[in-house]
């Protein structure tokens, strides 16, 4: 039976947030299974249901050298802060 | 029919199909029609809880004090259905008749009964998607048309006598509150 991933929101202009997976064997069957698993308890604005295949993977993300600074949180500036003071230091000695 | 007779037949209908129905509670074919199958039948004992309540002071006591004789449901919702065709074909047959009760009584000159109709049947349109999905996938399934073709009589059957099944669901139903007579929840 095909896979079905349910997207739900929980408020109108919140972002649609992954929440599980109904094992249905077409999209109406996904629909009425989501709507009773996913919204009776009021816990949905709305529901985005995805059937597995059309979602495409992406897994692999190599790291070889030393990318840090492309990141937002950049290298760790602890040690070479702590230098510089140290350095700082001495100068007004 | 007087408005107060059809909301009682109404009322029973919708206890006792869902009290059928949940008997499917953890043996359903799936999961996922397990967890919406069961969640329907909750939903049908609270239209019934909603129209009882319309009824009775009391609406416990409505639902679960009277004597087998003098409830008003339809035969069809009574019989113990063990095989999941049968379960589908009632459920499908009951939403049919169902549905032009509700619409019925949400033209009732009571805004009360009007509204408390309209509550209903925005719950019953998911009840009818769900009984017609299976319908439609099981349309040619002999298991299926057969067991509509049997449970087609009952639809009309006599509200005022009862199925030898609901002896047995009646005991089960009430044994809780007849082991402690006016005791309070």
Known sequence: MPIFEVFRQEKKGQAFQHAGSVDAPDAEFAETWAREQYGRRGESEALWLVPREAVHEVIDFPDEFDLKYRRVDGYSLKARLSVARERAAARTR | ?185
Not at chain 2, 1 to 6: A, H, K, L
């Open chain 2, 1 to 185: 029919m007087r408005e107060r007779e059809q909301l009682l037949a109404l009322a029973d209908d919708e206890l006792v199909i869902g009290w059928r129905d949940s008997e499917w509670t953890g043996i359903a074919p799936t999961l996922e029609e397990d967890v919406a199958f069961s969640s329907i039948a909750q939903n049908e004992i609270g239209h019934a809880r909603a129209v009882y309540e319309l009824l009775a002071e009391d609406a416990d006591a409505l639902a679960f004090d009277r004597a087998p004789e003098e409830y008003r449901c339809s035969p069809l919702v009574e019989l113990r259905l063990l095989d999941w065709a049968h379960t589908i074909a009632r459920r499908y047959l009951y939403e049919q008749t169902d549905r032009e009760r509700i619409e019925r009584l949400m033209q009732s000159d009571d805004p009360v009964v009007a509204g408390i109709a309209r509550k209903i049947d925005r719950e019953e349109a998911y009840h009818r998607m769900h009984a017609e999905l299976w319908a439609e996938r099981l349309r040619d399934e002999p298991r299926f048309t057969q067991a509509l073709e049997e449970l087609r009589p009952y639809v009309d059957g006599d509200r005022a006598t009862r199925t030898p099944e609901f002896a047995e669901l009646w005991d089960e139903m009430t044994c809780v509150r007849r082991s402690a007579p006016g005791a309070e929840w």
